[in-house]
């Protein structure tokens, strides 16, 4: 299994909603990642996990909530989202990490915040 | 720190002409470097990767890269392009120490003309 599961494919949700995106690997990958993109721009880093541990928070507000339940799950918690937030949310991980090598994407979530 | 510039912005070719991307990066010694692609609405994944060795890296779906170091440079090449290669590239150059974080260039959208 050399996948990255990312539900759901889309969410809209209103501003006042809280809602959770939700990523899976079977790799063993110790490493997982959260990209946002917005259209026609290159993936931002927003969290990384390594060893199940929050090791890089690159300033991201609060209304994001990550979480990491155990080493093949990564949650992103969102609530009370601005419309400036609709973008694809992309998961990533890698074998070990932080890390330099080679990051296995999901397919995002493509949110939409009205 | 490191940094990567893809000159194109929109790139066109006919079905089964050449095709070359350029990346050009920015880092003080021998970087981590990588092409990603990305078809729309999907996740980015992995074309090729250079780390050391052999300059002349091959990729997946026919793709080849050549790191340079004179001219800082890792272009991307494949000799006779697919309708199916229109997408959007994104180079990246990752730090070989200190700060583990991907930079990716901007990207370039091709496309391809039956």
């Known amino acids: 299994d050399t996948e990255v599961t990312q539900t759901p494919k889309h969410l809209v949700m209103g501003m006042t909603n809280k809602k959770s995106l939700k990523c899976e690997q079977h790799m063993g990958h110790r490493a997982m990642y959260w990209y946002k993109q917005k259209a026609k721009k290159p993936p931002e880093l927003m969290f990384v996990?390594?060893?199940?541990?929050?090791?890089i928070n690159e300033s991201v507000p609060s209304r994001f909530s990550p979480e990491c339940p155990n080493s093949s799950l990564l949650n992103l918690h969102l609530h009370a989202l601005q419309p400036e937030d609709s973008a694809l949310y992309l998961c990533a991980s890698s074998r070990q990490g932080p890390t330099n090598e080679k990051l296995f994407f999901g397919s995002g979530t493509q949110l939409s915040v009205l | 720190a490191q940094s990567v510039t893809q000159p194109d912005i929109h790139i066109t070719v006919s079905e089964g002409a050449s095709l070359e991307l350029r990346c050009n990066y920015s880092y003080g010694a021998t970087p981590y470097l990588f092409w990603y692609v990305q078809s729309p609405g999907q996740g980015l994944q992995l074309l090729l990767k250079y780390f050391s060795g052999d300059t002349l890296v091959q990729g997946i779906k026919g793709f080849e890269a050549e790191f340079k170091r004179s001219q800082s440079s890792f272009n991307l090449r494949k000799p006779s392009v697919h309708w199916s290669d229109a997408a959007e590239y994104f180079c990246a150059v990752g730090a070989t120490s200190g700060t583990y974080k991907y930079i990716f260039g901007t990207g370039t959208r091709l496309k391809v003309l039956a």
């Open positions: 996990y390594s060893y199940e541990k929050l090791s």
